[in-house]
């Protein structure tokens, strides 16, 4: 996986995925392979998780995936709930400039949408 860079609020650089050659090696901790999504690049980042380019690889459709921060995760079960809420509630509109929400669900302590 290659390097991405992102900028902070202030206009700086940083890198959030780590450059590696290992199989299965991920961003911030998240492995490169999610049930069926294989992630690829950093499309962004929240406060509420990272947002992945991804390939689902039962139907071959490439997805944009998105992670709930491991600090979400694991200090809160509220966080966890907000974060399904977050999806649920995405999924019922239907509008130009809204992804549609099309899967949800956690592997390996990872919860996605």
């Known amino acids: 996986m290659l390097g991405a860079v992102t ?11 780590r450059e590696s050659s290992e199989p299965g090696s991920g ?19 929240g406060s509420m998780g990272i947002v992945f ?26 966080g966890v709930q907000r974060f399904f809420n977050e999806a649920k509630t995405a999924a019922r509109i239907i509008h130009p400039n809204i992804v549609p929400i099309l899967d949800i669900g956690q592997d390996r302590g990872f919860y996605f949408f």
């Open 7 to 17: 900028t902070d609020l202030k206009g700086k650089s940083m890198s959030i995925i």
């Open 27 to 45: 961003v911030m901790g998240v492995p490169r392979k999610l049930g069926k999504y294989i992630l690829h690049d950093v499309l962004g980042q």
């Open 53 to 78: 380019k991804a390939q689902q690889t039962t139907i071959d459709r490439w997805v944009a995936l998105k992670i709930l921060s491991l600090t979400n995760a694991e200090f809160s079960t509220d």
